[in-house]
């Protein structure tokens, strides 16, 4: 199979901070050591890009030393967390902005949709917007003219064709918006979580359009999403970053299994020393697993410390989902509770969750806290995910969205 | 596949020569120029009422109160061509070249969201200023002819000539001028905005320093030591040349006017070369 895209050694640094007037003496001695031939001086002390240290320069390689190829045909998902220099590379791909060192080789027109609506002005009609973007992607005006009731009929507008956008809805603009893009010819196509929009029925439309072109058309994909249903489906092959290096390359499969590892660092299933107040510190608060299946058991371990006695009248964990909806309260409060609390200053409560009964999802686990000094809520202290049960037949389980807010274990039998 | 392995469309790469100015890549996208032209000129009256005649309504005015002010009240002589007519030839000139001087330097700034998102050739969006802004200038300009026209009507002594062929030249002019001014400006202002201040108040005072509310023969009459500042400026041979076509007064002079087209080259050409230059790495800081 031929190369599609080739990087070698692909950097990008960023300057942080503010521009004023500090960074203009900075930038004369930049000059004047690039004028002698020398390397940049303010390069060389950059540092790897983690966003939650601090670091010493104000200079960040947002990617560093990049090495990849890319076959032609393939569709490539861009997985890694915030700031791990995804959008980044998509953007020295599409050429918006260009690296600080090495460089990228394509072969083939890249059509990037880094957005939808670029260039969308809210005072013209929808049909001088659709020649308009489509002129901004790259597109002649032939071309548009030829493809322009594919577009209309695909957007799904056509109603609305020679109404100023402005009076659109947010959704009828995106499908507008992405229509444009989907019907642009070209070899290599980037895709930046632009389906994170529009509902649940185009959101179908343009995943279908988007395997259409990497399998149908042979055209190469490359995909950033957080979504990891989309990827898997869309994509035969994955890139993971993770602070602006290449983590892992290989198959969705096993790439996306990485990330999952990458992405347990922000899914804190510990912490330690954690201060609640001045007088009160959580020493320890554990639970043993940050990934569990429906019905499962989570174990957990508190360990709480005061500066002086503290009288506890409570305390009690509580459960609450990525929408923040409080899901389960665990109450703590026993005669042991206040025997203990009130006469040592630290205490350890430990126990276990039996048969956890949620849905797939995301979690976060908070403490509630009364004493005579302290009545508070403190969130999201440890993190941990619900996946989904493996399948053990050839049914598909239903969509998260009608399956109500919890799993429940059941037996059934037909006659 | 049939093309050898080495071998790529596109290479994206640090730097790239300061001389490689893609106007090929300019070419391929002129649809899109058109597209932006069309865009700034429909929008411009959209949800108006009097739609494109609001092209007229500022350079009326404009002249009215200059006839007002710089004829009647201070005086200044207008090379026995009548006040309006006068004003107005300087005037359109000045507003061509002032709009596309402060639009192109803000370019970055106002389209960042645009550029930072899609790629195109960026001297696409400083030219698609100079051709929307020359559409306004074309419908002064029949204002102007206008004018012109009753004037040499109601017998007054003006006497258009074949000086006049230079005016698509001279037009040509006012345009590279702003537009590589604008550039360079452009290209200073993505880091360091300090110089945009400078030309939100130093381009209103440069119009004193162009022949556009007097001619240049009441400088050279009044200050004559002083007249070279009036000259050194490359519009003022521009809009002097301009009125001698039209209105058969004017300082015109070849020397004048060859001085003016190299500033102008020199400028343009700059402009192209440092735009090209900022305009890979602007989406960062500006």
Not at chain 2, 27 to 42: E, G
Not at chain 2, 74 to 94: N, R
């Amino acid at each position: 199979m031929a190369k599609a895209i080739k990087a070698d050694n692909l950097s990008k640094a960023y300057q942080l901070g503010d521009f004023g007037t500090g960074t203009i003496s900075r930038d004369l001695e930049r000059y004047w050591a690039r004028l002698r031939g020398k390397e940049d001086p303010f390069l060389k002390i950059g540092e790897t890009n983690d966003r939650t240290s601090k670091g010493e320069s104000d200079i960040v390689w947002s990617l560093k030393d990049l090495n990849f190829e890319i076959e032609q045909g393939d569709a490539v998902g861009i997985i890694g967390r915030n700031g791990a220099g995804k959008s980044t590379l998509l953007k020295i791909l599409s050429r918006v902005t260009s690296p600080t060192t090495g460089n990228i080789k394509v072969k083939g027109r890249i059509a990037s949709l880094l957005e939808v609506g670029t260039g969308f002005h809210p005072e013209l009609t929808g049909r001088e917007n659709i020649y308009l973007n489509g002129a901004i992607l790259g597109m002649r005006k032939a071309e548009i003219k030829r493809k322009f009731d594919e577009i209309v009929d695909f957007s799904g507008v056509e109603r609305y064709i020679d109404t100023p956008v402005k009076r659109y809805s947010s959704g009828m603009y995106v499908r507008l918006a992405f229509a444009v893009a989907a019907h642009l010819e070209s070899e290599i196509l980037i895709v930046d979580e632009v389906l994170a929009v529009g509902d649940a029925e185009f959101q179908k439309k343009c995943l279908g359009k988007m395997g259409d072109v990497s399998k149908g058309e042979g055209r190469t994909v490359l995909f950033v999403s957080h979504n990891m249903e989309a990827v898997s489906n869309l994509c035969n092959t994955g890139l993971l970053l993770n602070n602006g290096e290449i983590a892992f390359s290989g198959s969705t499969y096993d790439t996306i299994a990485k990330y999952s590892v990458v992405a347990d660092e922000i899914f804190k299933s510990k912490i330690t020393h954690h201060a609640l107040s001045p007088d009160v510190t959580v020493d320890l608060f554990e639970i043993d697993k940050s990934e569990i299946t429906t019905g499962d058991h989570l174990a957990f371990n508190l360990t709480l410390s005061c500066k002086t006695n503290n009288n506890f009248q409570s305390v009690a964990i509580f459960i609450y989902d990525e929408y923040d909806q409080k899901v389960s309260f665990i109450d703590l409060r026993s005669n042991d509770l206040f025997m203990v609390s009130g006469v040592k200053t630290t205490f350890n409560i430990s126990g276990k969750l039996l048969h956890l009964p949620y849905l797939p999802g995301k979690y976060k686990i908070g403490l509630h806290v009364q004493s005579n000094l302290l009545l508070k809520d403190f969130f999201g202290l440890l993190h941990f995910e619900v996946v989904q049960k493996p399948m053990t037949d050839d049914i598909l389980p239903y969509p998260l969205h009608v399956r109500g807010r919890t799993e429940i274990d059941y037996s059934f039998t037909i006659k | 596949m049939t093309e050898p392995d080495d071998y790529w469309d596109l290479e994206i790469k640090p730097k790239s020569s300061l001389f490689d100015l893609k106007l090929k890549d300019v070419w391929s996208y002129r649809d899109l120029l058109l597209l932006l032209v069309r865009r700034d000129f429909v929008s411009f009256y959209k949800q108006t009422i009097l739609g494109p005649v609001w092209f007229f309504v500022q350079p009326v005015i404009t002249i009215l109160v200059y006839n007002l002010i710089f004829s009647n009240l201070a005086g200044i002589k207008t090379d026995d061509i009548p006040g309006p007519v006068f004003y107005l030839a300087g005037t359109i000139i000045w507003n061509y070249f002032s709009e596309c001087l402060t639009k192109t330097s803000t370019v970055f700034k106002d389209n960042s969201a645009m550029l930072g998102k899609v790629y195109f050739p960026r001297l696409i969006m400083p030219l698609s200023i100079v051709f929307s802004n020359l559409i306004r200038f074309g419908v002064q300009l029949l204002l102007f002819i206008v004018l012109l026209l009753y004037y040499m009507v109601s017998g007054y002594h003006i006497a258009p000539n074949i000086y006049i062929a230079l005016f698509p030249f001279l037009i040509l002019m006012i345009a590279a001028l702003g537009l590589g001014l604008g550039m360079i400006i452009s290209a200073a202002t993505t880091k360091y905005r300090d110089l945009a201040f400078v030309v939100s108040f130093g381009v209103p005072l440069l119009m004193y320093t162009t022949t556009v509310i007097y001619p240049l023969s009441e400088v050279i009459k009044k200050y004559p030591a002083y007249s070279w500042l009036i000259k050194f400026n490359p519009l003022t041979a521009v809009i002097e040349t301009c009125r001698y076509g039209f209105l058969g007064k004017g300082a015109f002079s070849w020397d004048l006017l060859l001085y003016s087209s190299a500033v102008t080259i020199v400028i343009l050409f700059t402009g192209i070369v440092i735009f090209n230059k900022v305009e890979k790495t602007f989406v960062d800081t500006v």
